[in-house]
């Protein structure tokens, strides 16, 4: 039976788990859940266990919980007990005693636990995170689990096959590309290294026919095992034809990420000689993923051999979607429902984001699904009851930043303009003009004189006046230089990792080579940027040093989530002060960009969760038959009767507001619905005409639901959303 009551918590660790089992085997809901892994990961954020970042983290298993809270290992908690229930005979099966014991030990010490944990939270100011997100999150995400969407099949081949075909055609453009560069750049000695062979032979297809040495006959070889080609699959091939053309590729060194390979000459064990790439100061190695190429690319716009690399970056892209999202994608599609369907971890992330997708199971990530149309509407719903709704927090980000930093400006040109890109950029490059002006007229060579001369008296009128075209034209710039998204656009799409990037951290050396400008100048771009949006920066910063002086961060106000430094902590606890001295450059680098970037992810993992809560509350006490299909991040998919979606048909739901709510049900927790079919007529209408209710379609009851929500975390602007009605997922 359907629970319809709010006066029942459960307690469970790793609730998703029960929570799924009962509702879809039995019915039987549980809306509200004290899940015991959930709040040991919040009093722990960013502390958890990770291999490599935090190898002595803590652990969020049920025996470790116990032991943490209470200070025992109960004897009867030994998982070999636990897989012995796998694979039995439910109509025959009889428990031994030990596993009575096990099933008896796995609830009983789950008050204790609880107990210890609220005690903790309310210390650490964090137990408001149960009450409007934590409690429901079992049930939130359990039910878009059981959901799934229908992967149009058809369609997922069709993609596959046009990936296939666009990697060989990119493959075969690459090794066209390859000849030329040797044949126009390269002397005659150096181009035999690249000639004949695997350099000019035509590529055809996935296979390569062999012409016998002793004989006519032909074989069909795989050209993917052999060296037929240019295997562009292997970054050890990539890096030796990079070093023959004396081109640079990235590295996955933190510093100094690029380099120009450089062969060697070795013995193989027979005593041949053969020609290897050399190796890398520091383990550093050549790296050619889809990702760390497109970054590169981004900050080095005029690298030598950019085009071959545009191609290898394409090309990457091909090969991971087609790896990705192959074949063997489609065989994740549940056999009993037809649909695909994912796993959420609602809260194992330094952020508190929901994670995606199991690896090496049946459940793939549904957040890294590409954003290209013939990906995305390949998921869909039957289309001859359902419609989709894809509804996502309009900025989410910069809403939140510029909030939490209370900066007026940054708000007036992201969000009520929707460009801050066009007049940061047009500040920093007046002042870049002005400062090469200057430099030429020999007025200063440094962005310190520049910033003590430029406001001198009579400065500006001798550049004005200068001699020099060259100093007037730099100067003209200065004072007349536009960008907008139709004036020097190129200026405002190349300046748009800049605004951001450098409030998260971007460097000196970062920013000189994005923008192809040198070290002084982009410098000066740096400090201009501060002093346009100085409240934003000022905030970052703050962060950062809160972080090195307390090991923590608080994420949000209304939850009072928290995420711990671990690296920092362990520092303080010695009385040192973290620096280079006790941590290495790359750890303190992270911490500096996960600190001015953490509370701002937090906070929208925060609203938008509760949101979430919201929804599948109200869909489950309405008995509405609608369902959330997908969260990514601020954008939830939801599935819809067309009657009700506002495109296909003109029915409507109620939607309360915060005041609503509170008026009807002053005691009741903000989070949960009120049973809108209860409320009286007249009462409806009153709320109706103050403006505090609404009669909408279901996605646009999603879309205020999600508004709601978030202001609930901001104070001083508003948050906006948008919505889209479909036959599938749209963005």
Not at 220 to 232: H, R
């Amino acid at each position: 039976a359907d629970i319809d009551t709010w006066q029942c918590e459960f307690i469970a660790h790793n609730a998703k788990f029960d929570f799924g089992m009962l509702n879809c085997d039995l019915n039987f809901t549980m809306y509200r859940m004290w899940d015991t892994m959930i709040a040991d990961q919040k009093i722990y954020q960013g502390a958890g266990y990770r291999p490599l970042e935090n190898p002595n983290g803590v652990r969020f298993t049920l025996t470790e919980t116990v032991r943490r809270h209470i200070g025992l290992i109960p004897m009867f908690m030994d998982k070999d007990i636990r897989n012995q229930f796998i694979g039995v005979n439910p109509d025959t099966f009889v428990p031994t005693a030990e596993q009575v014991l096990y099933s008896g030990t796995d609830v009983q010490y789950l008050h204790k636990v609880r107990a210890r944990q609220l005690s903790e939270m309310k210390r650490m100011g964090i137990d408001l995170y149960m009450k409007y997100v934590g409690q429901f999150q079992p049930m939130a995400a359990g039910l878009i689990e059981a959901e799934g969407w229908i992967l149009n099949k058809q369609q997922w081949k069709e993609t596959i096959k046009r990936n296939e075909e666009r990697k060989f055609r990119l493959a075969k453009e690459m090794d066209n590309m390859v000849a030329v560069f040797r044949d126009t750049l390269l002397t005659n000695d150096e181009r035999l290294y690249l000639t004949a062979g695997k350099y000019d032979r035509e590529r055809k297809d996935a296979s390569v026919t062999q012409l016998g040495l002793f004989d006519d006959t032909d074989k069909k070889i795989d050209a993917s095992k052999t060296n037929a080609y240019i295997n562009w699959n292997s970054t050890e091939q990539i890096a030796d034809t990079f070093a023959r053309l004396k081109f640079p590729l990235p590295t996955d060194a933190k510093r100094d990420n690029f380099a120009i390979p450089t062969l060697v000459e070795t013995k193989t064990s027979k005593g041949e000689v053969k020609w290897v790439v050399d190796d890398l100061p520091m383990g550093a190695k050549f790296t050619t993923k889809k990702d760390q190429l497109a970054t590169f690319l981004l900050e080095n716009p005029n690298t030598p051999g950019k085009e071959l690399l545009e191609l290898l970056t394409e090309y990457r892209n091909a090969d991971h979607e087609i790896s990705s999202f192959g074949e063997n994608f489609l065989k994740c599609i549940n056999p009993i429902t037809g649909r695909i369907h994912t796993r959420y971890r609602t809260d194992t992330a330094e952020t508190g984001r929901y994670q995606s997708g199991e690896s090496g199971t049946m459940y793939p990530n549904f957040q890294n699904i590409p954003r290209k149309s013939e990906f995305r509407t390949a998921f869909g719903v039957d289309t001859s009851k359902y419609s989709v709704g894809t509804i996502d927090l309009s900025g989410a980000e910069v809403t939140i930043m510029c909030d939490k930093a209370h900066d007026m400006q940054l708000y007036e040109w992201a969000v009520k303009n929707d460009d801050a890109h066009s007049p940061i950029a047009q500040a920093c490059w007046r002042n870049v003009f002005l400062y090469r002006a200057g430099e030429r007229a020999g007025i200063w060579k440094d962005e310190r004189k520049f910033w003590r001369e430029q406001s001198r008296p009579g400065v500006h009128t001798l550049l004005s006046e200068h001699f020099d075209p060259a100093v007037q034209k730099a100067y003209t710039l200065y004072r007349t230089f536009v960008v907008s998204k139709k004036e020097n656009k190129p200026y405002r799409d190349g300046f748009k990792a800049i605004t951001f990037g450098s409030v998260y951290g971007m460097g000196v050396g970062k920013c000189a080579r994005v923008m192809g400008i040198s070290k002084t100048e982009a410098s000066i771009v740096l400090d201009t940027l501060k002093s346009t949006i100085p409240a934003t920066f000022e905030y970052v910063e703050g962060c950062v040093d809160f972080v090195f002086n307390y090991g923590y961060l608080t994420l949000d106000e209304r939850t009072g989530s928290r995420v711990l430094f671990p690296a920092v902590i362990d520092v303080l606890k010695r009385g040192e002060t973290p620096s280079e001295v006790n941590l290495s450059w790359k750890v303190l680098h992270d911490i500096d960009g996960a600190a001015r970037n953490y509370t701002i992810q937090g906070t929208q993992a925060s609203m938008v969760k509760e949101a979430l809560a919201e929804i599948q509350l109200w869909n489950k006490i309405h008995k509405f038959d609608a369902a959330v299909l997908n969260m990514v991040h601020d954008e939830l998919n939801t599935r819809q009767p067309r009657a009700y979606d506002g495109v296909n048909g003109d029915k409507t739901v109620l939607w309360l507001s915060d005041n609503a709510k509170e008026f009807l049900a002053p005691d009741q927790n903000i989070v949960m619905p009120v049973h809108t079919l209860m409320i009286p007529t007249k009462t409806v209408d009153a709320l109706v005409d103050r403006q505090w209710a609404k009669n909408v379609s279901y996605p646009e009851f999603v879309r205020l639901t999600m508004i709601e929500s978030a202001n609930r975390y901001l104070k001083h602007f508003k948050m906006g959303a948008e919505l889209q009605v479909a036959d599938t997922w749209v963005k």
